[in-house]
């Protein structure tokens, strides 16, 4: 954990993969992880697959719909969004696919390319996700996916960085400062996992975010059931999925 802190409080530079083999290093055992959910940088997959091999990676899907966000903003489209019903719709398509089934999504993404024209901005927009997410082998289709995925962002994480950031009650702490807080944190873990082995820590969600869960469910299990079809699908996740622009 040492290591990790003075990494990041820092600000060193040493590549990603010695970070991590260094924090194993210090571990009483070998890690046991299964699978983990990461945002898309790519120096940590890289890194990840090289150490954890074995390991599942799976990509953050409310990072992904900010990359794309941060994509159309840089290409002057969030006036169109905000007031073009058919450019909304059609982002919000764009940002439904990696709800859709892994195999059905490069055909799902031509469907909707084809509908726009080469000297339309659009087609930009088109031509980044094809490079960066349809064709990437740093970033497989496989891996961005969330297709019946019951826990499909990191945010849980993020939260515990928030929680953790407030505890702390400032940026840019002394070393000495951030090991107390971390040590205090680490305090409460035995605790946390009992409660968790035990099925009494429960995740705490709110109700508008509880009832698009729940709808999401519905339609892939529509979906798995023939009622609907991928563009079905896409269509109807593109309307209850809260995404990072809206």
């Known amino acids: 954990?040492?290591?990790?802190?003075?990494?990041?409080?820092?600000?060193?530079?040493?590549?990603?993969?010695?970070?991590?083999?260094?924090?194993?290093?210090?571990?009483?055992?070998?890690?046991?992880?299964?699978?983990?959910?990461?945002?898309?940088?790519?120096?940590?997959?890289?890194?990840?697959?090289?150490?954890?091999?074995?390991?599942?990676?799976?990509g953050c899907a409310f990072h992904w719909g900010q990359a794309v966000w941060r994509k159309c903003q840089k290409l002057g489209l969030q006036v169109a969004y905000s007031k073009q019903d058919n450019v909304h719709r059609f982002i919000r398509q764009l940002m439904a696919l990696p709800y859709l089934p892994k195999e059905h999504i490069p055909a799902a993404f031509q469907k909707l390319k084809s509908r726009i024209q080469p000297n339309n901005r659009m087609y930009r927009l088109l031509t980044y996700i094809?490079?960066?997410?349809?064709?990437?082998?740093?970033?497989?289709?496989?891996?961005?996916?969330?297709?019946?995925?019951?826990?499909?962002?990191?945010?849980?994480?993020?939260?515990?960085?928030?929680?953790?950031?407030?505890?702390?009650?400032?940026a840019s702490l002394h070393l000495y400062v951030m090991l107390k807080v971390l040590s205090d944190e680490a305090r409460y873990l035995p605790m946390q996992i009992q409660l968790?082995?035990?099925?009494?820590?429960?995740?705490?969600?709110?109700?508008?975010?509880?009832?698009?869960?729940?709808?999401?469910?519905e339609l892939w299990d529509s979906y798995r059931?023939?009622?609907?079809?991928?563009?079905q699908l896409m269509s109807s996740v593109a309307l209850i999925v809260v995404s990072s622009i809206d």
């Not at 960066?132 to 497989?140: A, G, L, M, V, Y």
């Not at 082995?197 to 709808?215: F, G, I």
């Not at 059931?225 to 563009?231: A, D, E, P, R, W």
């Open 196 to 217: 968790v082995s035990e099925h009494k820590l429960t995740r705490y969600q709110r109700a508008a975010t509880k009832r698009s869960q729940s709808k999401l469910m």
């Open 1 to 58: 954990m040492l290591c990790l802190v003075t990494y990041v409080i820092l600000g060193l530079t040493e590549p990603v993969e010695l970070v991590y083999r260094a924090i194993i290093r210090m571990l009483p055992t070998a890690p046991a992880v299964r699978s983990v959910v990461l945002d898309f940088e790519r120096a940590t997959w890289v890194a990840t697959r090289k150490v954890l091999p074995t390991v599942s990676i799976r």
């Open 225 to 231: 059931s023939q009622q609907l079809t991928v563009s």
């Open 130 to 170: 094809q490079r960066r997410w349809i064709d990437s082998t740093i970033f497989p289709i496989s891996a961005w996916t969330v297709f019946g995925q019951p826990i499909r962002t990191n945010n849980d994480v993020e939260g515990w960085h928030n929680r953790l950031n407030r505890k702390a009650k400032g």
